[in-house]
């Protein structure tokens, strides 16, 4: 069974960094498409970044060249560097990755459990 295991939120004070990771696992054959998603209290969950296998990636615009996306496909691993952070970027950080399953299970979609960030002085 597909998992997907998130690692490194935690407390920051404004314009500090973190690294975050998502590590999957659980008859993979490839990772077609990973992304990170955030949830502010109160606030739809929206989308802050993607890349895809071959590393084409895309940010959301309140990103402003803070954040990078990147991935390590035979970890099948992603990762989001976020630097200069902000009381805003507070969320719960979630992952998604799109997955060719082994042995003709076929296609899905699979999250993370989500990490905490939290912005504060």
């Known amino acids: 069974q597909v998992q997907l295991v998130e690692s490194g939120g935690g407390l920051v004070q404004p314009g500090g960094s973190l690294r975050l990771s998502c590590a999957a696992s659980?008859?993979?054959?490839?990772?077609?498409?990973w992304g990170w998603y955030r949830q502010a209290p109160g606030k739809q969950r929206e989308l802050v970044t993607t890349i895809t296998r071959d590393g084409n990636a895309n940010y959301a615009d309140f990103v402003e060249g803070r954040f990078t996306i990147s991935r390590d496909n035979a970890k099948n691993t992603v990762y989001l560097q976020m630097n200069t952070l902000k009381p805003e970027d507070t969320a719960v950080y979630y992952c998604?990755?799109?997955?060719?399953?082994?042995?003709?299970?076929?296609?899905?979609?699979?999250w993370g459990q989500g990490t905490q960030v939290t912005v504060s002085s």
């Open positions: 659980g008859g993979i054959f490839s990772i077609n498409t």
């Open positions: 998604h990755a799109e997955i060719q399953r082994r042995f003709y299970l076929g296609q899905g979609n699979y």
